[in-house]
């Protein structure tokens, strides 16, 4: 029964390899975030998705590309991959993104660590 | 631009003692919400509370209750009868409506240590 579930949970790579990131939530929420928290914890929006439309590219590289197949799913695909792409990333989702009072659900987050 | 500033690296308390967690949020936006989240040292984030700029009364949820301080622009977290699962890092963030309430912006967090 999980809400939002994100694959893998840990992701070790080499610099210039192409990897994704997978995420789903069952909650029926029409809209979907990828976070990225660095080493000092802190958390910064990438991108938010409503019904599978790109709403939010807060600067990130355009080596970052989120896909939403649908409103339940959102990946996130990073190509070239650098030493200081090392974090965790968070996918979230919330019912209304148009409302003070909606929170976002979080996943349990994915450790990446470039070599 | 909104912010949110949390002053404190790390706190410390004693088990069944209550603690504040500060948060100081600065934004223009007379609509705006505020919420707080829990990160223990398995990495989730777990929403506790949230309180909205209209809301008359400081939200509660169980031993989570938020000090608003409208005046003052301060949300701060009071966790009673402090337990040793509530050792974590704790999220300030806010959402305001001139993004249209797109995203929450987090600050950086304070780490709370509870001991025995």
């Known amino acids: 029964d999980t809400a939002v579930s994100q694959t893998p949970k840990y992701l070790v790579t080499q610099m210039g390899n192409d990897k994704s990131i997978k995420c789903e939530q069952n909650?029926?929420?029409?809209?979907m975030y990828w976070y990225k928290q660095d080493s000092k914890k802190f958390l910064k929006i990438m991108f938010s998705?409503?019904?599978?439309?790109?709403?939010i590219n807060e600067t990130v590289p355009n080596r970052f590309s989120p896909k939403s197949p649908d409103k339940a799913h959102l990946n996130l695909h990073i190509n070239s991959l650098e030493l200081g792409d090392s974090a965790v990333y968070f996918c979230?989702?919330?019912?209304?993104?148009?409302?003070?009072?909606?929170?976002?659900?979080f996943g349990n987050g994915t450790r990446l660590t470039v070599t | 631009a909104q912010k949110i500033t949390q002053t404190q690296p790390g706190m410390f308390v004693q088990e069944k003692e209550a603690v504040t967690l500060d948060c100081t949020y600065d934004?223009?936006?007379?609509?705006?919400?505020l919420f707080w989240y829990k990160q223990p040292s398995s990495g989730e984030m777990i929403f506790l509370i949230y309180?909205?700029?209209?809301?008359?009364q400081n939200a509660t949820e169980g031993r989570y209750s938020l000090n608003f301080q409208k005046a003052r622009k301060s949300a701060n977290l009071v966790i009673s009868a402090s337990q040793l699962g509530d050792s974590a890092m704790y999220f300030c963030?806010?959402?305001?409506?001139?993004?249209?309430?797109?995203?929450?912006?987090f600050g950086t967090g304070t780490r709370l240590l509870v001991s025995p």
């Open positions: 998705y409503n019904n599978k439309e790109l709403i």
């Open positions: 909650l029926g929420h029409d809209t």
């Open positions: 934004t223009s936006d007379p609509s705006y919400g």
């Open positions: 963030a806010m959402r305001t409506m001139n993004t249209g309430f797109q995203k929450l912006v």
């Open positions: 309180q909205g700029s209209y809301d008359q």
């Open positions: 979230a989702s919330s019912r209304d993104r148009t409302v003070a009072n909606s929170p976002l659900h």
